[in-house]
């Protein structure tokens, strides 16, 4: 029976691949679990397993002290003397607890204990065996779905291949054959925690490994890759040998070695190129198949290229959805701008222009004030088409500028720009000359108001402006009707005549 229950324990060791130590450290563990749970002691207990007769004994230990601090752990040396003539301080005294009394709850929580023990376990040496492993090639078959995400078996273990690592033009069935990289092994997930990809670039990069013997053995090396799973991956190959050429080794007779990658990933297209040490030459052939004019460096610190096409290579350049440079981009590790050179002629003329026209000064503005040109101007805006040039949001965050006279500047840019230079300096010069009247005019009302309010009453003041508006339509109305007088005398004395 002991012999039967010891081949059990490595036949579970074997299935499980860990050592039967584990396991036999899982049983021990668990019966002191269980003698805990039915003492309900806090002693401090031990369990043996013994490998001949398949027993498990538990035991209570006590240390032997001068002195007892905690009772449920030490033990006098008098006492300890009585139960063991030989102890001595420092020793242990171990005395045996009987298991046959625990019954049938305290064995299903040692049962739960072990498969818990076992379980971590299996997953510790899962993990001391995997993460080792990142970025390897491996051949799964697709076991079942769980939601989005795909359930494989990798022969010692399950593996999960997530929905975000699956290619979009890809369909799995129950029972295919895939190939896949490991892509990570998380060992803090519940379920499965070898992560699986068919998606990520280093997936081409070892099926290009199987493929070309030049890369297994070193003499090309695949520098860079970039991909979109399902659509399109480019790869920048090197040689280290410069009788061999990269890109043809990679390609193969007649694209056989391509070829099969290609079929491997379900028809993605595959783009090789030679890397090149020098960024402007190899930011024109990661654009391939596109044809490019020229490349220049924009911004060397934040890794900036501004990228020159013809205009009939343009969408070949860009690619659909913008595909072809957003992998070139990521190739190469700079940011692409693309221009044909239409644009780039067009964006020239008009720096050109800008350098070349004159300035006009904020000064011919009409309707704006002298105090909120001194603001605009504060701000480094010197000529009426840097001003036009700017966002409302922009001309608010100048101090001292409020949204009442944003809508004035842009009333008077639409009107210098309406009726030109000459007549918005017209315009202007005649609202200073109609200021200045109003100005005086207004002046005297108010000394004439003043030297009214001493001697009449409010009332009365406001009749007679009324009175002074009337005057004006009653002498309009007498002049028009002396005309018509006029003209019944001149007929009265030609009736006379006759």
């Not at 499965?192 to 013997?213: C, N, T, W, Y």
């Not at 969408?315 to 644009?343: C, P």
């Not at 005309?483 to 009736?495: L, T, V």
Request: with cysteine.
């Amino acid at each position: 029976m002991a012999n039967l229950l010891y081949q059990q324990i490595e036949m579970l060791s074997r299935e499980k691949h860990i050592e039967p130590e584990v396991v036999v450290s899982a049983i021990e563990d668990a019966m002191v679990v269980a003698a805990r749970k039915y003492y309900k002691t806090e002693e401090d207990l031990r369990a043996k397993f013994n490998q001949e007769t398949g027993q498990v004994d538990v035991y209570s230990v006590y240390t032997v002290v001068e002195e007892v601090t905690d009772p449920k752990k030490e033990v006098t040396l008098a006492e300890a003397k009585k139960k063991n003539p030989a102890a001595e301080v420092g020793t242990e005294i171990v005395t045996a607890k009987p298991t046959d009394v625990l019954g049938r709850i305290a064995a299903q929580t040692a049962k739960q204990v072990i498969l818990q023990k076992v379980r971590e376990a299996e997953r510790d040496t899962i993990f001391n065996e995997y993460h080792t492993r990142v970025g390897e090639l491996v051949t799964v078959i697709v076991k079942r779905a769980e939601g989005p995400d795909l359930i494989v078996d990798m022969g010692r273990t399950e593996a999960r291949l997530p929905k975000r690592e699956q290619s979009k033009l890809e369909t799995y069935n129950i029972g295919e054959r895939l190939r896949v990289v490991i892509k990570m092994v998380d060992r803090a997930a519940k379920g499965p925690q070898v992560i699986v990809s068919r998606a990520d670039a280093s997936l081409v990069q070892r099926l290009f490994e199987m493929e070309v013997p030049e890369i297994y053995d070193g003499t090309v090396q695949i520098r860079f890759a970039a991909r979109e799973a399902g659509e399109r991956t480019k790869v920048a190959v090197a040689s280290r040998d410069k009788d061999v050429d990269p890109v043809g080794a990679c390609v193969g007779m007649k694209g056989m070695r391509v070829q099969s990658i290609i079929r491997e990933l379900r028809g993605e297209k595959i783009d090789i190129i030679p890397y090149n040490e020098e960024t402007v030459a190899f930011a024109q052939k990661a654009l391939s198949p596109a044809k490019v004019t020229r490349v220049q460096i924009t911004d060397p610190e934040n890794k900036k290229l501004e990228v020159i096409v013809e205009d009939s290579q343009l969408s070949l350049a860009i690619g659909k959805k913008g595909q072809n440079v957003r992998l070139a981009s990521k190739l190469i590790g700079w940011d692409i701008d693309i221009k044909s050179e239409e644009e780039k002629r067009q964006e020239i003329e008009e720096q050109m222009t800008a350098l070349t026209a004159p300035a006009t000064p904020l000064t011919s503005l009409a309707g704006v004030g002298a105090k909120t040109i001194e603001k605009i101007e504060a701000a480094g805006i010197t000529s009426v088409e840097k001003l036009a040039g700017m966002t409302p949001e922009q001309l608010m965050e100048i101090p001292g500028i409020g949204e009442k006279m944003v809508d004035k500047i842009y009333q008077a840019v639409n009107r210098f720009y309406e009726g030109g230079t000459e007549a918005a300096a017209a315009t202007g010069e005649a609202a200073a000359a109609a200021e200045a009247p109003a100005e005086e005019g207004e002046a005297a009302a108010v000394e004439t108001t003043e030297a009214t309010a001493s001697v009449e009453a409010p009332e009365e003041t406001e009749e007679a402006s009324q009175a002074a508006e009337e005057t004006p339509v009653a002498e309009e109305n007498a002049t028009e009707a002396a005309p018509a007088e006029s003209k019944d005398d001149a007929e009265r004395a030609e009736e006379a005549k006759s």
